[in-house]
């Protein structure tokens, strides 16, 4: 089965700041997609960004950019100038048949 | 364009009662996900419904189930619920089977079971 492992509970960045965080994956499969995903106190989860295994570009959305890694099943997030409302958690997704997520990243901005 | 609509936002039972949520996903999203977030266990998957016929199921006891109609309005029932079914339950709908675009979640039902 895929698991995906956030090994951040909590993260802090200050504001304006640069911070990245954590996700790998385990998978045998070569087809599939990664997701990162925010929930902000509202509880609405927002897609962040998404990332296709067969491309070797990294995904970017404005101030948000991953570093995937295929073979070390590796794919973090780093968001770049932190702003006080990307406070939130933060789930790293694995999607193949049906989606699985991380267990979650709290991140703080500090202002 | 509306969202995913999940209802209702609150909900309060008791052990031993059943329960019904409701999801309506984006117009033309044909796939229905729900999964149910508790503070230890995090996002577990429970069922996945595409074109009315439940296509993956997660790991829950049989009093999980769910049903999705011809409009692609999801429900979810918990039958003979028990203190640690209080969680968040979250929808999620998609355009097709494929899950490459992701989800769009609705704002999820809190269930609290007293």
């Known amino acids: 089965a895929q698991t995906v492992t956030q090994s951040q509970p909590e993260m802090s960045v200050q504001e304006a700041e640069t911070v990245t965080l954590s996700c790998t994956y385990d998978?045998?499969?070569?087809?599939?997609?990664l997701f990162w995903y925010k929930q902000p106190p509202s509880r609405q989860m927002i897609l962040v960004i998404r990332?296709?295994?067969?491309?070797?570009q990294n995904a970017t959305e404005n101030r948000f950019s991953v570093n995937f890694q295929k073979a070390a099943k590796s794919f973090s997030l780093k968001i770049s100038d932190s702003q006080l409302g990307d406070a939130a958690m933060y789930f790293c997704?694995?999607?193949?048949?049906?989606?699985?997520f991380g267990a979650g990243t709290r991140l703080t901005v500090k202002p | 364009k509306a969202g995913v609509t999940q209802t209702p936002r609150y909900l309060i039972k008791t052990r031993g009662q059943q329960v019904t949520l409701s999801c309506s996903p984006i117009?033309?999203?044909?796939?229905v996900s729900w999964y149910q977030q508790t503070p230890g266990q995090g996002l577990q998957f429970l069922f996945e419904?595409?074109?009315?016929?439940?296509?993956n199921k997660g790991n829950f006891p049989g009093r999980f189930s769910g049903r999705q109609f011809s409009n692609s309005r999801s429900e979810m029932n918990v039958s003979t619920l028990e203190l640690g079914d209080s969680a968040l339950y979250l929808c999620?709908?998609?355009?097709?089977?494929?899950?490459?675009?992701?989800?769009?979640f609705g704002s999820g039902t809190r269930l609290t079971v007293v």
């Open positions: 999620a709908s998609s355009l097709g089977a494929q899950l490459d675009y992701g989800y769009t």
């Open positions: 998978t045998s499969e070569s087809d599939y997609y």
């Open positions: 990332q296709e295994a067969y491309k070797q």
């Open positions: 997704a694995y999607s193949s048949n049906d989606m699985r």
């Open positions: 117009s033309g999203h044909r796939s």
């Open positions: 419904y595409f074109s009315e016929t439940q296509r």
